[in-house]
C-alpha cells in the first residue's frame, strides 16, 4: 500500500532544508509535496484564472516569488486560491490534488482539503493552523517501509514538527 509522510517545517529555510536532503536521498520530484501560505501581496503574481474544480479552485502560475531553486526544482509548482480559505503555493502531487476532487471538502476550510487528501481529521486541524501561521506542510510519496523509515528519519534530522504518515487516497483530477 502506498503511504504518505508528512511534517511541518516551521519557516521556508527549513522547508528548503527538507527538500533539499529528500532530493538527495533519491526521492522523485514527484514525490515531494509542499504547501505554505501564500503572504506575497496579489502584484507578485500572475494569476491565471481558471477553475479546476467546480468547488472554485483557482491555479495560477507563479511569477516573480521568490522561491528558492529547492523548491523550483518540485513539479508542478503554482498559486492556488481556495475560496474562502485563502492564497496557498503548493508544488507536487498535492498541487494536483487540492485543485481537483480533494477541494469539495473545502467547505471545511484547509482542514476538509487535507482530510480529503487521507490526512486524519485531528493531523489535518493542526496542520491547518499551522500553514496559516506561516509553516509549510511537506509530504513525500512512499512506496515501501524503506521509503517511510528514509523520509521519517530525515524529518527527524531537520528538526520537523508533527512527522507522521498515513495511506494515500486515490484523487483523480
Wanted: one cysteine or more; proline letters at 3%.
Amino acid at each position: 500500500m502506498n503511504r504518505a509522510v508528512f511534517c511541518i517545517a516551521p519557516d521556508m529555510e527549513q522547508a528548503e532544508d527538507i527538500v533539499s536532503r529528500l532530493k538527495t536521498a533519491g526521492f522523485s520530484n514527484n514525490d515531494i509535496s509542499v504547501l505554505f501560505a501564500d503572504k506575497t501581496s496579489t502584484k507578485d503574481f500572475a494569476h491565471e484564472k481558471h477553475t479546476k474544480a467546480p468547488e472554485g479552485a483557482t491555479i495560477g502560475g507563479v511569477a516573480g516569488i521568490s522561491i528558492g531553486a529547492v523548491l523550483g526544482w518540485l513539479a508542478g509548482i503554482g498559486s492556488l486560491a481556495i475560496p474562502g480559505v485563502g492564497p496557498f503555493i503548493a508544488a507536487g502531487p498535492i498541487m494536483a490534488a487540492l485543485s481537483g476532487a480533494a477541494v469539495g471538502a473545502a467547505a471545511g476550510g484547509l482542514a476538509g482539503a487535507l482530510i480529503g487528501l487521507g490526512i486524519p481529521e485531528y493531523e489535518a486541524k493542526r496542520y491547518e493552523g499551522k500553514i496559516h501561521g506561516g509553516s509549510a506542510l511537506i509530504s513525500v510519496h512512499a512506496e515501501n517501509s524503506d521509503d517511510i523509515s528514509r523520509a521519517k528519519d530525515i524529518f527527524e534530522q531537520a528538526h520537523a514538527e508533527d512527522i507522521s504518515s498515513t495511506a494515500e487516497s486515490d484523487v483523480s483530477v
